[in-house]
């Protein structure tokens, strides 16, 4: 279904898309709880062992195990419909997180809670990329022609969202479990995700034909089997990196200054400059390729990154991770948009979770390593995993920024030694 709206790209013309609130409204409530996640998790287990090392662990096995069955429910979802796996993947999450947080108050071994950990990551919800899909299905986007001018504005509004989920989400979770239980957080994260995905799977009207019904008797490929995609997954391994490597490093920081109350403000600083670059880039009727903002806002973000570990006053650290955080929404929200170009419909949700695998993926390795460095070699050690997360995958970007480019007709023909260029065949 394509979009009747007019072609001038804007928040408003955006959300007057025929069908949009009907997604929107009921994906926001479903996708809320993600955020709430990996802190309720950690404030329990604390809470339970009084380790915070035990804590980040449990937590982190949940991530890695979302990164890694996440595309998987990605695929199954682009195959039989996103109705189809949100209906038993919201109840099979809720019911881990409610034998996680049973076995934590039970005061169960943690090799039990590691295990626990599994199923309740791998059941995530990922209504994030199924809401990017819809998008992209009441927009019209298709590989090989020229993505609705509404596509990018699309992309930074997810973008935008996404980062409001994820301060509004800790708190949330934080506030429920200091001030009611520390199980709270948890099972209000569940409920939330029980209820909110209902009511999203219970939209079909906007949700992109399955697979089976679109493309009967076609070969299916993975999404992974794209080159460009498996470059954007890379791209997006180094965003995860920031992430991970921010939230940890600022809280060792904030300690070692003896002023922990200061973390808040400071992870505020750099999330609100992520918001406020998503809104603009949403704003903005660009000119350039999504290939070429990518490439520049990664760029950016390295030579922004490669400051933090030098960094030793609070206005200082707030003012650079301001930067760091007005250059990740450009990166993420060109990534997504290109996903539209190189991606057929028939597999698009499974990209965009391959994507979202990839930015948790590396924040589970950020955080492991930028806890370690920061332990055993002070706070500002820490800093150093966003800069080499980011310059390793700044380099597998230029190196392979071909693969980027939209093949009109699916065939690729090289134009001069070592590079390929897509063309249209009539």
């Known amino acids: 279904m394509a979009s009747t709206v007019s072609d001038r790209p804007g928040y ?28 309720g998790i950690v404030l ?8 915070y090392g035990s804590a980040g662990a449990v937590a982190a096995v949940s991530g890695v195990s979302m990164a890694l069955f996440a595309p998987q429910g990605g695929k199954l979802a682009d195959r039989f419909g996103q109705r189809a796996v949100l209906l038993p993947g919201v109840v099979l999450h809720a019911a881990s997180v409610g034998a996680l947080t049973a076995l934590a108050l039970a005061d169960a071994p943690l090799w039990v809670l590691f295990l626990a950990a599994v199923p309740t990551g791998a059941s995530i919800p990922q209504v994030g990329p199924m809401v990017r899909a819809r998008w992209a299905a009441v927009l019209g986007a298709a590989p090989g022609r020229p993505a609705s001018p509404l596509m990018s504005t699309a992309a930074a509004f997810e973008s935008v969202t996404d980062e409001f989920t ?15 239980h520390p199980a709270a957080g948890l099972l209000t994260e569940a409920a939330l995700t029980l209820v909110g995905g209902l009511f999203f799977a219970a939209q079909r009207s906007t949700q992109p034909a399955p697979r089976g019904a679109a493309t009967a008797g076609a070969p299916h490929r993975s999404a992974l089997s794209v080159p460009g995609v498996r470059v954007l997954a890379i791209t997006f391994l180094g965003i995860g990196a920031v992430f991970g490597g921010m939230q940890v490093s600022l809280t060792a920081f904030s300690e070692e200054i003896g002023r922990p109350g200061v973390n808040g403000l400071l992870y505020g600083v750099f999330a609100a400059g992520n918001m406020l670059a998503g809104i603009a880039c949403g704003a903005i009727a660009w000119k350039s390729s999504p290939r070429r ?14 400051g933090l570990w030098a960094v030793h006053s609070v206005p200082l650290l707030a003012a650079l991770g301001f930067l760091v955080g007005l250059f990740i929404a450009p990166a ?3 990534g997504y948009t290109l996903v539209e170009a190189l991606v057929p419909a028939s597999a698009r ?7 979202t695998g990839a930015v948790a993926l590396g924040q589970a390795a950020a955080v492991t390593v930028a806890g370690q460095l920061a332990d055993r070699h002070g706070a500002s050690t820490g800093f150093v995993v966003p800069l ?4 390793l995958a700044l380099a597998t970007l230029l190196a392979l920024r071909s693969r980027l480019a939209a093949s009109g007709s699916g065939r690729l023909v090289a134009r001069g030694v070592g590079h390929r260029e897509p063309v249209t065949v009539d």
Do not use: D, K, N
């Open 332 to 334: 993420l929200i060109s």
């Open 349 to 355: 949700t499974e990209a965009f979770t391959w994507l």
């Open 12 to 39: 408003g013309q955006l959300l007057r898309t025929p069908g949009a609130w009907t997604f929107l409204l009921p994906g926001f409530a479903a996708r809320q709880p993600f955020a709430m996640l990996t802190i």
């Open 166 to 180: 994820f301060v509004v989400g800790p708190v949330l979770a934080t506030a429920l479990c200091t001030g009611v």
């Open 44 to 51: 329990l287990v604390q809470h339970t062992t009084g380790s």
């Open 388 to 391: 080499v997360g980011t310059a």
């Open 293 to 306: 903002r990518l490439i520049l806002g990664y760029v950016a973000l390295t030579l922004a990154a490669s």
